[in-house]
């Protein structure tokens, strides 16, 4: 699964490759930014995206598989632990249902993870304002008037600490 174009609001992403090769896209989805190489012995092997920068990725390869270790700084173990479990077991379960995933579900999980689409604009600042400010009301919208959750019971239960 590649991730839609995005940007974390304070984290930077950094990239670890790991198995394969990965193409990573910075600011926009047409043409890669850097390719990382876990085949290549001299390859490129890491970089890092800072916060409010556009970005995605895509396996390099059709028939191969792709392994990232993937780290946010600062680090949000718990909330990073609660969206991917929420985000990636929700699109599961409606894989298997057969059933399209909701937009305002999936709006609500990224406004909880302070992570905005990357929404066409001609400048950077508004790229990064309208994406927040559509993040919000969707997320809002989802959540107040149409009942979703941030988190699910089914795909996480925060740790609590004894």
């Known amino acids: 699964m590649n991730p839609p174009l995005h940007y974390h609001i304070d984290q930077t992403e950094s990239f670890r490759i790991l198995l394969g090769e990965c193409h ?8 890669p930014w850097k390719t990382l190489s876990a085949k ?8 890092s995206i800072p916060n ?7 396996n390099a390869s059709t028939s191969e598989h792709l ?15 609660m969206f991917f479990r929420n985000f990636f077991g929700y699109l599961d379960d409606c894989r ?3 059933q399209p995933p909701s937009f305002f579900q999936l709006m609500v999980f990224l406004k909880a993870a302070d992570t905005p689409l990357g929404l066409p604009m001609p400048t950077q600042w508004l790229r990064v304002v309208v994406s927040r400010v559509f ?6 919208w989802g959540e107040w ?18």
């Open 67 to 81: 392994i990232l270790d993937v780290k946010l700084s600062p680090e949000d173990a718990e909330g990073e632990q």
């Open 24 to 31: 990573l896209f910075n600011t926009t989805a047409d043409v």
């Open 96 to 98: 298997i249902a057969g």
């Open 40 to 47: 290549d012995p001299d390859g490129l092997k890491t970089a």
């Open 52 to 58: 409010t920068i556009y970005h995605t990725l895509q």
């Open 135 to 140: 993040m919000n009301v969707m997320g809002w």
């Open 145 to 162: 008037v149409l009942g979703y959750e941030k988190t699910y019971e089914e795909y996480y239960t925060e740790r609590k600490d004894i």
